[in-house]
């Protein structure tokens, strides 16, 4: 049986504290960066750094199913594995550490996780309506964008996506439910096709 260590040293460390005062040991972050659009405008995005998320990936199969004369059923004939579709939703809401957790954090005695953190980064309603605003930016983008997930990179090889849809639904006074589909996107030379 073969063991990942990195895999499992990386899954072992914290990287924040959830709203609930839980250790998070994964996020989800799309670093800044920029498009052209169809002026030729750079147009930028801020990071976006999601703590409370809830992913869903799937593939599927393609085949080709051939029906023969005088027999029942199909021949069908794999052709390739289709890009994974990646669901992603995550909770926007300024929940504040309580006391004991940011002096836990502070102090350093929360092993790995270097600063305070909360669902969004922050404790403040302006900070979520911030990110929620760099979602939107994010969302803008006509290109494939760089994902930064343990759970992507680690056992999908995903490290760039494309962002299909964005939508967002209000669940609270200050809290709000973001909801991405994203595709896989792989960069292919061309060159390799003759």
């Not at 052209?36 to 703590?51: A, G």
């Not at 926007?92 to 953190?117: D, H, K, Y």
């Not at 997930?149 to 680690?154: G, H, V």
């Amino acid at each position: 049986m073969n063991v990942k260590l990195n895999g499992i040293v990386d899954s072992l460390t914290p990287v924040g504290i959830s709203q609930l005062g839980s250790l998070i040991f994964d996020n989800v972050v799309f670093p800044a960066g920029s498009w052209l659009d169809n002026n030729l405008n750079r147009q930028e995005y801020n990071e976006v750094k999601l703590d409370a998320v809830k992913l869903r990936i799937s593939r599927a199969k393609e085949f080709v199913e051939s029906q023969i004369s005088g027999i029942s059923g199909t021949i069908t004939e794999y052709v390739s594995h289709k890009d994974y579709i990646i669901e992603l939703s995550a909770i926007i809401a300024p929940f504040p550490l309580s006391a004991t957790q940011a002096a836990q954090t502070a102090a350093g005695l929360l092993p790995g996780v270097s600063e305070i953190t909360g669902a969004v980064g922050g404790t403040a309603v302006a900070e979520s309506s911030q990110l929620l605003s760099d979602i939107s930016d994010l969302g803008d983008s006509p290109d494939r964008v760089e994902i930064r997930s343990k759970i992507l990179q680690n056992y999908h090889k995903i490290t760039h996506v494309v962002i299909k849809e964005v939508s967002r639904s209000k669940v609270s006074a200050d809290s709000w439910q973001v909801n991405m589909t994203l595709k896989s996107s792989f960069e292919i030379d061309l060159g390799d096709f003759g």
